[in-house]
C-alpha cells in the first residue's frame, strides 16, 4: 500500500438481502468525489465461484467485466457508473478465487509446513486483497457481498475486523445497511431487526460507526434515538437512505441526509463546505423534465430478471439522457416471437436491440425481431450475441444460405458464427480447445478495434480507434465477408490485425449496428456512451419526420 494515510470504508448489510448495498457503496464514493477525494470501490463476494462467469444470468444477474477481463460481479458496474473510476481484477474478489490462492500456495509449499485454517490463512488472503494494489487512494470502499449472519460471511468479517485491528480504528468506518420496515397495522417503521443485525456485528468484534436504513418514510427523531441508543451508534451517524424514484438521485438523497458529512466527521475531516454534486443535479435535472418519449424493445432471454441486463438498461437511459428525452423499455421474452408474429410485439416500438446471450433457448425469436427491424426500417442495435444473430439473420434470409447458425448449438450448420481457437492479446496469441475449461476463457476484457472510413461507426465515435470490451467465445467467420456484402451488410468495425469481425451495418438502413462487444459496460450517467447516444438520436429524427 503506497498511502499511508488511505482510509477504509466496510460497508455490511443487515436485515435481508437485495437492499442495494452496491448503490449505497458506489453512492458514499460519489459524495466523497464530490469534496474532492480519490476513491476505489471494492466487491468481496463469500460465495465459493471463483467468479460469476459460469453463473446462470437468473442466479446472480449481469455478469461485469473489466477492461483487464475480469467476470466480476454486477456492483462493479454500478461502482464504475458513479464514480467512472475503471475497476480492474484487483477490485472483485470471492470465496472460490481466495480459497483457490491458498491451495496454489499450500501445494508450493510456501506455507512452510503450517496446518491451513480459516483463520488466519484465509482471513490473511482476504487483508491481503483488501490492502494491495492500491495507489495514492484517499478512500477504498470495500463492500461484503451477504448479509450478516450468512455462515460463508464469517471469515470476510473477522478479516475486516482485523484490519481495523492492525490500521487503527481512525483510518476504518463501518457502515451496516438495513431496512426498517414498515407494519402498516402498527403504522411504525420497526427498528427490531436492525438492533438485532448489529448484535449479530458486534459478535463478530464489529461496532458499526454508521448505520444506512432503508426506509420509506423519513425516520422519526425517536426513532432515530432509539437506533442510536441500542446499537451504539452517534445519533447523527443513523442516517436515513430513503425510497428514491431514480437510482441517480441516491447520492444527493443520502448527502442530503448527512451521510458524507458523517464520513468526515468520523476521520476527523474538516467539514467547512459541502460537497460539490452539481453534476447529479443536472442529470436529475434532466430526467425530471424530458423533452418527450421514445420506446425501446429489448429482444432477450433473460427479461424476467432485470438485474440480468443492468448495464444495457443503464446505458439506454443514458443514451436518452444525453438527447435530453426519457426511454420506456419494452422487455420482450424473445421466445414469444416463435410463436407469434413479430409485429404483435414489435409494432409500437421506435427502436430494437438484441442484447448479449447465450445457448440456443429463444434464438428463433431473435432473429425475427432483426428481421422485422430490417424489413420495417427500424433503428436496430445488436450486442454480442445480438449481433451474430444479426449476421445470421442476413445470411439466411437475404443470401439464401438456410443453414447459417453458430455452432455454438449446432454442429452441422454452415458456420457462419464459429468457436474461437486463436486470437491476439497485446501481441501474444492466446490459444483455446474445445474442451477446454469454461471459466475465466472467453475473449475477455478491452481490444482494440479499427472503424471503417465513413461508416455509421466512425460517424458515431468520431473516430477510427476506439478498445471495447468483451465477453464471448465465439466468433463471426471473416470468410464469408463478400456474401455479406452481397446481402447488403458491411463489416464497419475489425480487430487491428483485419481477422475479427468486431462491428457490422447496413448502410442502405437508417440505423442499423451490430457489435461483438458490449458497449453497455463503458457508459455512465455523465458519459453516456456514444453507440446510445447516436441510437436514440436516429429514433428522434426518424420520428420528427414522420
Ligand atoms: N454466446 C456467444 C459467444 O460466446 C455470445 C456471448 C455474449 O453475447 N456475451 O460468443
Not at 457503496?25 to 474532492?36: D, E, K, N, P, V
Not at 462493479?76 to 496454489?104: C, M, P, W
Not at 451477504?146 to 483510518?171: C, F, K, N, S
Request: proline share 5%; charged share 25%.
Amino acid at each position: 500500500m503506497t498511502n499511508p494515510n488511505t482510509k477504509f470504508i466496510f460497508i455490511t448489510g443487515g436485515v435481508v438481502s437485495s437492499l442495494g448495498k452496491g448503490l449505497a457503496s458506489a453512492s458514499i464514493a460519489a459524495t466523497l468525489q464530490g469534496r474532492g477525494f480519490k476513491v476505489r470501490l471494492r466487491k468481496l463476494d463469500p460465495y465459493l465461484n471463483v467468479d460469476p462467469g459460469t453463473m446462470s444470468p437468473y442466479q446472480h444477474g449481469e455478469v461485469f467485466v473489466t477492461d483487464d477481463g475480469t467476470e466480476a460481479d454486477l456492483d462493479l458496474g454500478h461502482y464504475e457508473r458513479f464514480s467512472g473510476v475503471a475497476a480492474t481484477k484487483n477490485d472483485s474478489v470471492t470465496t472460490g478465487k481466495i480459497y483457490q490462492r491458498v491451495i496454489d500456495k499450500e501445494r508450493h509449499g510456501e506455507y512452510l509446513g503450517a496446518t491451513i485454517q480459516v483463520v488466519p490463512h484465509v482471513t490473511n488472503e482476504i487483508k491481503n486483497f483488501i490492502l494491495s494494489n492500491l495507489t495514492d487512494e484517499d478512500f477504498v470502499l470495500c463492500e461484503i457481498g451477504g448479509t450478516v449472519g450468512d455462515i460463508e460471511g464469517q471469515p470476510y468479517l473477522e478479516a475486516i475486523r482485523q484490519v481495523a485491528y492492525d490500521l487503527g480504528r481512525d483510518r476504518v468506518m463501518f457502515v451496516h445497511l438495513t431496512l426498517l420496515p414498515f407494519i402498516p397495522t402498527a403504522g411504525e417503521l420497526k427498528t427490531k431487526p436492525t438492533q438485532h443485525s448489529v448484535k449479530k456485528l458486534q459478535e463478530y468484534g464489529i461496532q458499526p460507526d454508521m448505520l444506512l436504513c432503508r426506509a420509506q418514510m423519513p425516520i422519526p427523531k425517536n426513532e432515530k434515538k432509539k437506533l442510536a441508543l441500542f446499537c451504539n451508534v452517534r445519533e447523527e451517524n443513523v442516517i436515513a437512505a430513503l425510497d428514491v424514484s431514480n437510482i441517480y438521485q441516491v447520492p444527493l438523497a443520502y448527502s442530503k441526509e448527512g451521510m458524507d458529512r458523517a464520513v468526515c466527521r468520523h476521520f476527523g475531516i474538516p467539514d467547512d463546505k459541502p460537497a460539490d454534486l452539481s453534476k447529479w443535479e443536472k442529470i436529475i435535472e434532466v430526467i425530471k423534465k424530458p423533452e418527450g418519449e421514445v420506446k425501446i424493445a429489448v429482444v432477450g432471454k433473460y427479461t424476467k430478471l432485470l438485474e440480468a441486463y443492468k448495464s444495457l438498461h443503464e446505458a439506454i437511459k443514458h443514451g436518452a439522457i444525453a438527447n435530453h428525452y426519457q426511454v420506456n423499455i419494452k422487455w420482450i421474452d424473445s421466445e414469444k416471437l416463435e410463436h407469434e408474429p413479430a409485429g404483435d410485439y414489435l409494432n409500437d416500438v421506435n427502436a430494437i436491440i438484441v442484447p448479449g446471450g447465450f445457448g440456443q433457448r429463444g434464438t428463433q425469436g431473435k432473429i425475427e425481431a432483426i428481421k422485422y427491424a430490417r424489413e420495417h426500417n427500424i433503428p436496430f442495435l445488436g450486442i454480442c450475441f445480438g449481433m451474430q444473430m444479426a449476421v445470421i439473420e442476413t445470411m439466411r434470409n437475404v443470401c439464401g444460405i438456410k443453414n447459417a447458425n453458430t455452432t455454438e448449438f449446432d454442429p452441422d450448420c454452415e458456420p457462419v458464427v464459429g468457436l474461437m481457437t486463436e486470437w491476439d492479446k497485446d501481441g501474444n496469441k492466446e490459444v483455446r480447445h474445445k474442451d477446454g475449461d469454461l471459466g475465466g476463457t472467453m475473449r475477455l476484457g478491452a481490444y482494440p478495434c479499427h472503424l471503417k472510413t465513413g461508416s455509421l461507426a466512425q460517424k458515431v465515435y468520431g473516430t477510427e480507434n476506439i478498445s471495447e470490451r468483451h465477453r464471448h467465445r465465439y466468433e463471426v467467420n471473416m470468410k464469408y465477408e463478400d456474401t455479406l456484402n452481397k446481402g447488403g451488410m458491411i463489416i464497419s468495425g475489425k480487430s487491428p490485425d483485419g481477422k475479427l469481425p468486431e462491428i457490422v451495418e447496413r448502410p442502405e438502413h437508417p440505423w442499423f449496428m451490430a457489435v461483438q462487444f458490449h458497449p453497455e459496460l463503458k457508459s455512465k450517467p455523465f458519459a453516456p456512451h456514444p453507440i446510445f447516444i447516436s441510437l436514440i438520436k436516429a429514433v428522434i429524427d426518424n420520428s420528427r419526420l414522420m
